[in-house]
């Protein structure tokens, strides 16, 4: 485990009460630097047919069912796909791998899904039903190392029908099923490639998305050119590179100089910077993305034995002004919410709200003083990304103003995300969740139950049946009843608090682009991207 603490948070303090802006100061610097090579480098990348895209994270890997960050989605997204996707304003689920919306027997339990014909893997391969058999075996194979098993929760089982055409037997009739094939977790993947090489790594022939693999380092730069064989035609931009660089501001200078087409998640800090860059727009959209503080909830499972005290776990959510944060520090790129199943998520509704343990200052002094908790040190995880540490050192200071001693653990993005399913990693821990499905059984289930909830570690069977039940029907009504009694389970446990609901924000080389749509749950498809 790579530690790192903050021993001291005075200024990172000083710079949330100011809603700081540091980060666009040190680009700008750079830009003016590199002015000269900037010119060059705007020429030539005008000049191609190439989106160079910045990322500040290494993607964790290439294969799509074994991956689930942001980084590694941007690239394996463009490689392949899935039945279904979400429409870009969330609204609806489109047919892509699939030739239709599915078909359902009279009591919803025979589904059979007609499949797109002529479509082939990038190796040559036919796409047949047998591939999508074969992703519904690797989900439900729990050796196999997928992130989101949950997908294929509802299917006892599947027949072949023909190549076009696959069958599915489930054992409820899931009101989300659609929602789940869309996600970039159940996308298909050549079977005989994942047998018999490591995708995660080299996913050469894989996919039957528009773009396939051409080369990379290994968290530096990764290539990928347009599939000739694509079924949907060809793309206009031809070449995909990605650029993984060290910091914000690095990414930001790129831009600045022409280097860079696009950046796909801009931090608050960098906004006026990225505005101010001519020929380049700054788009500041809402998204389905809901970041949260998780604690744990089991002396198994925390570092401080007395998170397994409820009172305790209340005292420190109520110690912290998360409204404040929001609004001084995310400065409108993000709105502050009160439940986990956020408004814009499906199954959301007002009483959810009520469950919420806001913010009470004295309250939370008082608790720790009677119990003589005042001294105590609670653990936080946390990555080394500019925003999760401005957000510790906020927590961190809340938290000293009641008597409770933050200690941040920080590490690089991989083995953030590989330490926080350990248990005694941490007492608490901020993550995020795009939600590609909008649904919010889809937020419920994934992050929190006891099969799934391998983070968070909340283990309350009466929980998990309600997270169950609301997927077992389509009554919109019915599920919300259900999500509701979860919301009031997790949230009146004081085990995990909403903090925002954040917007994407995105900024490209609109002299050269059109159109660079991205979704609700903050991903874009380079197949979709115009030139201008």
């Known amino acids: 485990m790579s530690i790192r603490k903050l021993s001291s948070v005075a200024a990172l303090v000083l710079a949330v009460g100011l809603a700081g802006c540091g980060s666009a100061g040190s680009s700008t610097a750079a830009a003016t630097q590199g002015s000269d090579a900037g010119a060059t480098a705007v020429a030539a990348a005008s000049s191609t047919d190439t989106i160079n895209i910045e990322l500040t994270t290494a993607p964790v890997g290439m294969h799509p069912l074994k991956t689930n960050d942001a980084a590694s989605t941007f690239v394996t997204g463009q490689i392949f796909e899935t039945l279904y996707r979400r429409s870009y304003d969330g609204t609806s689920y489109e047919p892509l791998l699939a030739a239709d919306m599915p078909e359902y027997s009279e009591d919803r339990l025979t ?23 074969y992703m519904i075996d690797c989900l439900k194979n729990a050796d196999y190392g997928s ?15 023909d190549d076009t055409h696959i069958v599915l037997h489930l054992a409820y ?27 995660l790594v080299d996913p050469t022939g894989a996919g039957t998305g528009p773009y396939q693999y051409v080369s990379s380092v290994s968290g530096s730069s990764y290539d990928l050119t347009a599939y000739d064989g694509y079924w949907g035609g060809a793309p206009s931009v031809k070449n995909i590179h990605y650029s993984v660089v060290g910091d914000e501001a690095t990414a ?35 998204s389905s993305a809901t970041g949260y503080l998780a604690l744990r909830s089991n002396a198994d499972t925390s570092v401080n034995p007395l998170m397994a005290n409820k009172e305790f776990r209340t ?15 995310m400065n409108g790129a993000a709105s502050t919410v009160r439940s986990i199943v956020a408004p814009s998520l499906v199954g959301y509704t007002a009483a959810m709200d009520d469950t919420y343990i806001a913010y009470d200052k004295e309250a939370a002094k008082a608790a720790i003083d009677a119990n003589g908790w005042s001294g105590q040190t609670v653990t936080m995880l946390t990555s080394t990304r500019e925003a999760q540490q401005t957000l510790a050192a906020y ?32 007492d608490m821990i901020f993550l995020t969740w795009s939600n590609v499905t ?18 968070v570690k909340y283990n309350n069977a009466e929980f998990d049946t309600a997270v169950e039940n609301s997927a077992e029907t389509t009554d919109l009504a019915e599920r919300q009843q259900y999500m509701l009694d979860a919301v009031k389970m997790i949230q009146g446990d004081a085990v995990v608090t909403p903090i925002y609901v954040q917007n994407t924000l995105y900024c490209y080389n609109s002299n050269k682009f059109g159109k660079v749509p991205f979704g609700m749950d903050g991903l874009f498809y380079v197949k979709d991207i115009t030139l201008a």
């Open 395 to 426: 927590i961190q200071a809340q938290l000293a103003d009641v008597g409770i001693t933050l200690n941040v653990v920080s590490e690089e993005w991989a083995t953030f995300l590989s330490d926080a399913k350990e248990d005694k990693a941490a």
């Open 252 to 286: 930001i200078a790129r831009l600045q100089t022409g280097e860079a087409d696009l950046y796909p998640t801009v931090a608050i800090d960098s906004v006026s910077a990225a505005e101010q860059i001519s020929g380049y727009t700054l788009v500041n959209q809402p």
């Open 111 to 133: 589904v059979t899904i007609p499949l797109r014909e002529g479509v082939t893997f990038q190796d040559g391969t036919p796409f047949t039903a047998d591939a999508v058999g």
């Open 173 to 199: 009739d899931d009101g989300v099923l659609v929602a789940k094939l869309a996600h970039t977790n159940g996308a298909i993947v050549n079977p005989t490639l994942d047998q018999s090489k490591d995708l």
């Open 438 to 455: 909008g649904d919010g059984q889809q937020m419920l289930d994934p992050n929190f139950s006891t099969t799934n909830g391998t983070r």
């Open 147 to 161: 992130q989101r098993p949950s997908i294929v929760s509802s299917i006892e089982s599947y027949e072949i029908q």
């Open 315 to 329: 005292a420190l959510l109520q110690a912290i002004d998360f409204d404040s944060y929001v609004n001084s520090v």
